[in-house]
């Protein structure tokens, strides 16, 4: 079977001749149907950068980059078709403030996959019940907590069904009250069996959800290993002196 | 837990009786009446020292006779009132166009398709163009330029606009037009480059096309930024619409002028600045309403 996701020696690098800055260092990555991947490292090290080469907002240098086994890194590809089968939530949410929360998760529905008004109003009341934001349809987003912000980001993607999350420190904008409850519900969608990418600072959390943990270092992916090895016995060096230093600020 | 917390609970807030105001409350009133106060005051006074400096000059008794003559304003007034539907109408045809005409230029200046390029060069060099020739010029030259060429015989129609092909009804107005859409233009330009970046990608990453993102993300928010910026423009439109005097349209500048040169006295072009006042202050009012309006309904908390 083939991985839902194949990263393939991917490089990118952001900058002109002079100023050249290598940001993702043939990088390849597996992510199986249903499985969860964390992606850990200090700020820089291109977490971010992956996310959005992924989801096609970022071009790649070179390498390639398979979807269900299909290349989605070709050159001239329309990215848009693509884009609808990958859910992104960002850090600082994205929302678009001048729509109430109903209209930011219709929008997609309606004018990407042209369904139904009233049926995408339904199936977002839904979801947005589901993860108790029913009351909040009509409010807009600077009406909402970050934690419920963040939460209909969320929501906002998972109305377009897709078939792989992109997940980018989705809970580092927000105070450690509301990280739980965004954390809940990325554990409901893995229950659910959502392939999961997700760039994260909760070490905690990244190792009771994920399937696969990788650390990043300055664009290189130094290690990748099922949780329980990667948080005990780290291989390398740098991976245990990172974790040691997010255990001394106390997020482990 | 500890003394200290229990010692805190037992301060009660003071209870409220109803009818009664609480101490916020009464501080608030108090506040109110005294800015209230102050305002009036202050107020009094700087109007009492212009007016007391105006009439006291020794010029005064003639600029009063020459410049507020009560029964010249009272006779001339309605008549020039009757005048207004000629300015307002212009602006009401001018407007709309200037909206289209300036979107269309900004998307033009803001289009990133490499085959589009020379309809981004033709936008800088448009508004560049409009923006650096005083808007009395493009009127002379296009309203009175333009007919002359006489690329039609006879009569055009257009949009209310018309009659004859060199009527200044027709090139006044298309004049006004062309200046005012490159100050809207660069207005919507700055407005849709104020849309931060995240709000791309987060429309991108649902699927939205670039024309869907413009649609739907970028330009609601772009347009709604620039709003107030955007009736200054208007408002100062509303004022132009005067400049067409020169082309022989007779609206109410025109006409209080010919009113002065028949009789020799200035009060028609008093009563005429009334009369635009009345037109735009309700103007600016609206402006400010729609804003405040705008910012409550999409945010929690109004700070004042
Ligand atoms: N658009 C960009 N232009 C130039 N440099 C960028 C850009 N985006 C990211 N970078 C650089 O790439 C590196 C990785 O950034 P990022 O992927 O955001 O890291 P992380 O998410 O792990 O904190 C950083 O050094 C950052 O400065
Ligand atoms: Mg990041």
Same mark, same amino acid.
């Given at each position: 079977m083939t991985a839902? /996701?194949? +990263?393939?020696?991917?490089? &990118?690098?952001?900058?002109? &001749?002079?100023?050249r800055k290598v940001v993702l260092d043939h990088v390849s990555l597996e992510v199986g149907e249903h499985e969860v991947v964390c992606l850990i490292g200090a700020s820089g090290s291109g977490k971010s950068t992956l996310l959005r080469c992924i989801n096609l907002l970022e071009p790649i240098d070179d390498g390639a980059i398979f979807l269900d086994g299909v290349d989605i890194s070709e050159p001239g590809l329309d990215a848009d078709p693509i884009r609808r089968r990958i859910g992104m939530v960002f850090q600082s949410y994205n929302l678009f403030p001048h729509m109430s929360v109903l209209e930011n998760i219709t929008l997609a529905p309606t004018k990407v996959l042209h369904h139904d008004k009233a049926e995408a109003r339904e199936a977002a009341l839904e979801l947005l019940s589901r993860f108790s934001?029913?009351? &909040?349809?009509?409010?807009?987003?600077?009406?909402?907590?970050?934690?419920?912000?963040?939460? !209909?980001? +969320?929501?906002?993607?998972?109305? $377009? &069904?897709?078939?792989? $999350? /992109?997940?980018?420190? !989705?809970?580092?904008?927000?105070?450690? !009250? /509301?990280?739980?409850?965004?954390?809940? !519900?990325?554990?409901? $969608?893995?229950n659910e069996g959502m392939t999961m990418v997700l760039a994260t600072h909760e070490m905690g959390f990244a190792r009771e959800i994920s399937d696969q943990v990788c650390f990043l270092k300055d664009g290189v992916v130094l290690e990748s290993a099922p949780p329980d090895q990667l948080f005990t016995a780290p291989a390398h060096a740098e991976t245990a002196e990172f974790l040691e230093r997010v255990i001394a600020s106390g997020r482990l | 837990m500890t003394e200290h917390d229990e010692g805190a609970d037992n301060v009660s807030a003071p209870s409220r009786v109803p009818g009664q105001l609480t101490r916020r409350e009464q501080w608030l009133r108090r506040r109110r009446r005294r800015s209230a106060t102050v305002a009036l005051a202050s107020t009094a006074l700087t109007f009492g020292i212009v007016i007391a400096v105006v009439t006291g000059s020794s010029g005064w008794p003639k600029v009063k006779a020459l410049f507020f003559d009560p029964a010249r304003f009272k006779d001339d007034f309605p008549e020039l009132l009757g005048y207004l539907w000629v300015d307002v109408k212009l602006f009401l045809q001018c407007a709309p166009l200037i909206i289209i005409w300036g979107m269309v230029i900004? %998307?033009?200046? =803001?289009?990133? =398709? @490499?085959?589009?390029? @020379?309809?981004?060069?033709?936008?800088?060099?448009?508004?560049?163009?409009?923006?650096?020739? @005083?808007?009395?010029?493009?009127?002379? %030259?296009?309203?009175?330029?333009? @007919?002359? %060429?006489? %690329?039609?015989?006879?009569?055009v129609h257009f949009l209310g606009f018309g009659g004859a092909w060199n009527s200044p009804y027709l090139w006044g107005p298309i004049a006004l037009v062309l200046a005012y859409s490159a100050y809207v233009a660069e207005v919507f330009r700055a407005g849709i480059e104020s849309v931060h970046e995240s709000q791309r990608a987060g429309a991108r990453s649902l699927g939205l096309s670039q024309t869907q993102t413009l649609r739907h993300v970028v330009l609601p928010q772009a347009v709604r930024r620039v709003i107030p910026p955007l009736m200054n423009d208007f408002l100062s439109l509303q004022k132009d619409v005067a400049l067409l005097s020169i082309l022989g349209i007779v609206e109410v500048f025109r006409r209080a002028t010919s009113i002065k040169d028949k009789t020799f006295n200035f009060t028609p072009l008093v009563a005429a600045a009334v009369i635009f006042l009345v037109l735009t202050i309700p103007e600016t009012r609206l402006v400010d309403w729609y804003t405040n309006r705008q910012r409550k309904r999409t945010s929690g908390t109004v700070i004042t």
């Open positions: 839902k /996701l194949r +990263i393939d020696d991917v490089q &990118k690098s952001f900058g002109g &001749k002079h100023d934001l029913a009351d &909040k349809a009509a409010a807009y987003p600077d009406q909402l907590s970050g934690g419920q912000q963040q939460r !209909v980001a +969320i929501v906002r993607a998972l109305a $377009m &069904k897709p078939e792989l $999350m /992109l997940l980018d420190e !989705v809970t580092a904008a927000l105070d450690p !009250v /509301l990280v739980g409850e965004v954390l809940n !519900v990325i554990r409901d $969608m893995r | 900004a %998307l033009c200046r =803001n289009t990133r =398709n @490499p085959v589009l390029f @020379p309809l981004r060069v033709f936008a800088a060099v448009y508004t560049d163009f409009f923006r650096g020739v @005083p808007v009395i010029l493009t009127i002379y %030259l296009i309203g009175f330029g333009i @007919p002359k %060429l006489k %690329l039609i015989e006879g009569d």
